[in-house]
């Protein structure tokens, strides 16, 4: 982990992934930070993003601007609640079309109770929170996550002590896959005593994806949006979208652990810089990103770290029981060895050609061998 804070004027991305987890930390200037999705160190049991900013010297609970889910999947939420719960000063984002799937599943399922997950759980703890804090005189009823929805801006910075603005934008969910949620839960509603199940959005076709502006940077937080062929939905929805904000990122974090079915060839073009510093978290379960995935992005970029070794995670298939306690067994081990991965990236929010530092801690590295 970093020794010691950025300065007011340096912008910070650190990404953090233990395998199956994903956490991305974001420095905005001036000691303010936003913390997007959140993952668990399982040595300490704490939510990696406290644990990092606090090793650091940073005072979560004035410090954190923002949190946002980018959808409801347990390798980007384990531990959210809790990192609300620290973060006295912050705005709670998620995707606007998650109360949509929510309700629409629900309906689904009928009279019989939903099963208990963590996203169901660490939702439920999130509600609480924001009602507790509400303003004096705000209906509870009114309480609830901000809803993102593309060009929708969820963060502005614009302290006049601040010499420079940061901004965060929303790029997802589309107003397409908005509208189509919406029209799932009508017919979720109208089968609901047939039992027909409606076609459904994945958690990863509405997820959110952020456009950080800071200084004279920019940078894109992919979650784990998905490409779809149709120009309304995925990361197409985005390269079309002419109202989004203008520019191109100099880092990235890439979408849906470098999977085949995220990779979107237009992205790169239109929404980043040449040569972009890129960022993947593997998932062990899906054993993502296969080494395809890494031959594509370094064609793309030199400049691929990845904050761990989906290697680890690689094991023959077996019965599926073998297989799990295979997977749980190398996680603790490998947790018990070593720390969470983590790629660390700084730059000056003034200065256009200063090159980023870029930190590799705890098993992060960087995936293309020739620079
Ligand atoms: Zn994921």
């Not at 199940?197 to 949006?225: F, K, M, Y």
Request: hydrophobic letters at 40%.
């Amino acid at each position: 982990m970093s020794e010691s804070a950025p300065l007011s004027e340096e912008l910070e991305i650190s990404v953090f992934g233990p395998g199956i987890g994903e956490c991305v930390v974001a420095h905005l200037g001036f000691g303010d930070w936003i913390v997007v999705d959140s993952c668990i160190d399982r040595r300490s049991g704490r939510p990696v993003a406290l644990q990092y900013l606090e090793s650091i010297g940073v005072d979560v609970r004035q410090a954190i601007k923002l949190i946002v889910a980018t959808h409801w999947h347990d390798d980007h939420i384990l531990g959210l609640s809790h990192v609300l719960q620290a973060s006295e000063q912050a705005r709670f984002v998620n995707s606007a079309v998650y109360r949509l799937q929510q309700l629409a599943r629900l309906v689904e399922l009928g009279k019989s109770t939903a099963p208990l997950t963590s996203a169901t759980n660490e939702y439920d703890n999130i509600l609480e929170i924001l009602a507790d804090r509400r303003a004096v005189g705000a209906r509870r009823k009114a309480v609830g996550p901000i809803p993102a929805l593309a060009n929708k801006v969820v963060l502005a910075l614009r302290g006049p002590d601040r010499q420079f603005h940061a901004t965060v934008h929303a790029m997802s969910p589309a107003d397409g896959v908005f509208n189509l949620a919406q029209t799932e839960l009508e017919h979720a509603l109208s089968f609901a005593e047939t039992r027909r199940r409606p076609v459904r959005l994945t958690p990863n076709q509405s997820s959110v994806v952020l456009w950080l502006e800071a200084g004279v940077h920019n940078v894109l937080l992919g979650a784990d949006l998905e490409f779809v062929r149709r120009p309304s939905e995925g990361w197409r929805a985005i390269v079309n979208n002419t109202e989004r904000p203008i520019g191109q990122a100099m880092c990235f974090k890439v979408p849906h652990h470098g999977s085949a079915n995220a990779d979107c060839p237009e992205c790169w073009d239109s929404l980043l810089k040449p040569s972009p510093i890129t960022v993947i978290t593997p998932y062990g379960p899906s054993k993502l990103p296969r080494s395809s995935d890494l031959d594509r992005l370094c064609r793309r970029t030199a400049n691929v770290y990845l904050t761990g070794d989906p290697r680890l995670y690689n094991l023959p298939r077996r019965d599926s029981t073998v297989e799990r306690t295979l997977k749980e067994v190398v996680i603790s081990r490998k947790a018990a060895t070593g720390k969470m991965g983590q790629v660390c990236v700084r730059w000056r929010a003034l200065d256009l050609d200063g090159a980023p530092v870029i930190a590799l801690k705890n098993g992060a590295w960087h995936a293309c061998a020739a620079a």
